[in-house]
């Protein structure tokens, strides 16, 4: 289950989200799970 300014979800195998800049983000699930998180650009800190 994902849930991202309020809207819950369950995305499914080979689902891609885009998650807005300042959203609230919460990752939950019953069992395991793979997650990869992409951060773009790849030097946002410096930004």
């Known amino acids: 289950m994902c849930a ?3 809207k ?3 995305p499914k195998r ?3 989200m ?3 800049k300042g ?3 919460e990752f939950g699930t019953p ?3 793979r997650f990869l998180y ?3 650009p790849a030097n946002w800190q410096s930004l």
């Open 38 to 40: 992409v951060a773009w």
């Open 31 to 33: 069992s395991t799970v």
């Open 4 to 6: 991202i300014r309020g």
């Open 23 to 25: 959203s609230s983000i």
């Open 18 to 20: 885009f998650i807005p």
């Open 14 to 16: 080979g689902d891609v």
């Open 8 to 10: 819950r979800w369950s």
